[in-house]
């Protein structure tokens, strides 16, 4: 796929400040909504000979019926490191409601060719963005944005930018790809082929671990500070309905059996895991693990799932079907992944955040077979179910490491530019796909080759990443 880079000349597409309404600046809030009902993107498609920096001061959306509503300018990633095609520029929460388009204001432009750099003469009123758009409490809409930017050659000059955009529909559902976003309260939608944020549907306060039915094309999301679970519709875009828990239960992950009708929710406030029936939205069991357990794993056919509580050096094994606990496999402290390995899952592999070992689990017998020293601080974990490549994440490397299933051999490094979240396999693009907590992004990367083959800006905390595959799951 051909980079571009929309940084290359040292473009700067935010800053902290905005004009406040006499024209002084005020700092902007480092917090910015909740929940952002509107999202603009922004890629700079200017010739690279008239590229320039620039800081944008404000952004406003332009109501069809009232005044102007203030929007955030969202801050620039320091320079260096890499830089992407596409950024998120400008987010707010407006007012539902017809709007006609938006309006920036730059505070800074300068050329950045070496030989002629300086600072430009500003445009001497903002820039409209002529662009109907509606802004719904259900759903965030979001504006593609397209800059072409004109500066003469052979001067210091003005900066001219023309601004256009359209408003990005959402891609089917089979193509859909999955972020839970702390700072968004939400959990984003994107397209895994091209990488483009779609829309971010409103979940509440702490979005974490991600379950997709795709069978019925729904998903359930944990969501820690509400207590609760929430249901979203694929197909429509939209959130079907909460499934309340218990006050303190505070949710981190869940699983969905294969045949989509039981939900297991590990609650990591409550020390509980529970069972929920996911078509009637109702709780209907609950068993106590101790630890504060985080992470789920369910086996291949359902009967089972794997409960990995982060204050503990035991894996709980539950059953499915009485819905009570059944076995229990000692591992190191901090259990904070595991995926099933092997043509029929006949083994798991369990990384721990405290032992510098990879536990590898005969999940017939529950018995540890062997440990594998892979380094301390595992953050992710993912097997390839073709090849049976082992993916691994740790804090603070700046790589993913490729291990042989057979061996448990190093293969490869993928360099990455920042902590990983999550890593989930996208089969049908054969590509792995890589949370990235900062800079906030969902990227796939190719299986084979190991290029980054698609990225898509995030907000803040990102914590879990899913991926539809073909209308299913696999």
Same mark, same amino acid.
């Not at 992407?84 to 938006?102: F, H, Q, T």
């Not at 509400?226 to 006050?247: S, T």
């Given at each position: 796929?051909?980079?571009? &880079?929309?940084?290359?000349?040292?473009?700067?597409?935010?800053?902290?400040?905005?004009?406040?309404?006499?024209?002084?600046?005020?700092?902007?809030?480092?917090?910015?909504?909740?929940?952002?009902?509107?999202?603009?993107?922004?890629?700079? @498609?200017?010739?690279?000979?008239? /590229?320039?920096?620039?800081?944008?001061?404000?952004?406003?959306?332009?109501?069809?019926?009232?005044?102007?509503?203030?929007?955030?300018?969202?801050?620039? /990633?320091?320079?260096?490191?890499?830089?992407?095609?596409?950024?998120?520029?400008?987010?707010?929460?407006?007012?539902?409601?017809?709007?006609?388009?938006?309006?920036?204001?730059?505070?800074?432009?300068?050329?950045?060719?070496?030989?002629?750099?300086?600072?430009?003469?500003?445009?001497?009123?903002?820039?409209?963005?002529?662009?109907?758009?509606?802004?719904?409490?259900?759903?965030?809409?979001?504006? %593609?944005?397209?800059?072409?930017?004109?500066?003469?050659?052979?001067?210091?000059?003005?900066?001219?930018?023309?601004?256009?955009?359209?408003?990005?529909?959402?891609?089917?559902?089979?193509?859909?790809? &999955?972020?839970?976003?702390?700072?968004?309260?939400?959990?984003?939608?994107?397209?895994?082929?091209? $990488?483009?944020?779609?829309?971010?549907?409103?979940?509440?306060?702490?979005?974490?671990?991600?379950? @997709?039915?795709?069978?019925?094309?729904?998903?359930? +999301?944990?969501?820690?500070?509400?207590?609760?679970?929430?249901?979203?519709?694929?197909?429509?875009?939209?959130?079907?309905?909460?499934? *309340?828990?218990?006050?303190?239960?505070? *949710?981190?992950?869940?699983?969905?059996?294969?045949?989509?009708?039981?939900?297991? =929710?590990?609650?990591?406030?409550?020390?509980?895991?529970?069972?929920?029936?996911?078509?009637?939205?109702?709780?209907?069991?609950?068993?106590?693990?101790? $630890?504060?357990?985080?992470?789920?794993?369910?086996?291949?056919?359902? /009967?089972?799932?794997?409960?990995?509580?982060?204050?503990?050096? =035991? @894996?709980? =094994?539950?059953?499915?079907?009485?819905?009570?606990?059944?076995?229990?496999?000692?591992?190191?402290?901090?259990?904070?992944?595991?995926?099933?390995?092997?043509?029929?899952?006949?083994?798991?592999?369990?990384?721990?955040?405290?032992?510098?070992?990879?536990? +590898?689990?005969?999940?017939?017998?529950?018995?540890?077979?062997?440990?594998?020293?892979?380094?301390?601080?595992?953050?992710?974990?993912? +097997?390839?179910?073709?090849?049976?490549?082992?993916?691994?994440?740790?804090?603070?490397?700046?790589?993913?490491?490729?291990?042989?299933?057979?061996?448990?051999?190093?293969?490869?490094?993928?360099?990455?530019? $920042?902590?990983?979240?999550?890593?989930?396999?996208?089969?049908?693009?054969?590509? &792995?796909?890589?949370?990235?907590?900062? *800079?906030?992004?969902?990227?796939? +990367? $190719?299986?084979?080759?190991?290029?980054?083959?698609?990225?898509?800006?995030?907000?803040?905390?990102?914590? %879990?990443?899913?991926?539809?595959?073909?209308?299913?799951? *696999?």
């Amino acid at each position: 796929m051909r980079q571009a &880079l929309l940084l290359a000349a040292g473009i700067t597409l935010a800053t902290v400040r905005v004009a406040s309404a006499d024209g002084a600046r005020a700092p902007v809030p480092e917090t910015p909504p909740a929940f952002p009902g509107v999202l603009v993107v922004l890629r700079d @498609i200017s010739p690279q000979s008239q /590229r320039v920096r620039f800081e944008a001061a404000r952004a406003v959306a332009l109501r069809e019926d009232g005044p102007a509503v203030e929007l955030r300018v969202i801050p620039p /990633r320091p320079p260096g490191g890499e830089n992407p095609e596409e950024i998120l520029w400008i987010e707010g929460s407006p007012p539902a409601g017809s709007y006609s388009g938006i309006e920036v204001s730059f505070r800074l432009a300068a050329t950045s060719a070496p030989d002629r750099g300086g600072n430009l003469e500003l445009p001497p009123k903002p820039t409209r963005v002529e662009l109907p758009f509606v802004v719904s409490a259900n759903s965030s809409t979001v504006l %593609a944005v397209a800059l072409r930017s004109s500066v003469a050659p052979d001067s210091t000059g003005r900066f001219e930018p023309a601004l256009e955009g359209r408003v990005r529909p959402r891609p089917t559902t089979g193509l859909l790809g &999955l972020a839970s976003v702390g700072h968004w309260n939400g959990v984003a939608l994107f397209d895994k082929r091209t $990488g483009a944020l779609a829309t971010v549907l409103p979940v509440g306060r702490g979005p974490e671990g991600l379950a @997709i039915d795709g069978e019925r094309l729904r998903a359930y +999301v944990a969501v820690s500070g509400e207590d609760a679970v929430a249901v979203l519709d694929l197909l429509e875009g939209r959130v079907r309905e909460q499934v *309340p828990l218990r006050a303190g239960d505070s *949710p981190r992950d869940v699983a969905l059996a294969p045949d989509g009708r039981t939900l297991v =929710v590990a609650n990591a406030g409550s020390d509980t895991v529970s069972f929920v029936d996911p078509l009637s939205a109702i709780e209907i069991e609950r068993v106590p693990v101790a $630890g504060r357990p985080a992470s789920l794993l369910m086996d291949r056919d359902g /009967r089972r799932v794997f409960v990995l509580a982060e204050r503990s050096s =035991v @894996i709980a =094994v539950l059953s499915l079907g009485s819905r009570s606990a059944v076995g229990a496999i000692a591992v190191d402290s901090g259990p904070v992944r595991a995926r099933l390995s092997g043509r029929n899952g006949e083994r798991i592999l369990v990384a721990q955040a405290d032992s510098p070992y990879l536990t +590898v689990v005969d999940s017939a017998t529950l018995a540890v077979s062997q440990r594998v020293y892979v380094g301390a601080g595992a953050r992710a974990l993912e +097997v390839d179910p073709r090849s049976g490549r082992i993916f691994l994440a740790r804090r603070k490397t700046g790589r993913i490491e490729v291990f042989d299933p057979a061996s448990f051999l190093p293969l490869e490094e993928i360099a990455v530019p $920042g902590e990983v979240a999550w890593l989930e396999v996208e089969a049908e693009g054969n590509g &792995l796909g890589v949370l990235l907590r900062d *800079p906030a992004e969902a990227r796939i +990367v $190719g299986l084979v080759g190991s290029g980054t083959a698609t990225r898509t800006p995030l907000g803040g905390e990102p914590t %879990a990443l899913r991926f539809v595959q073909g209308g299913k799951v *696999p």
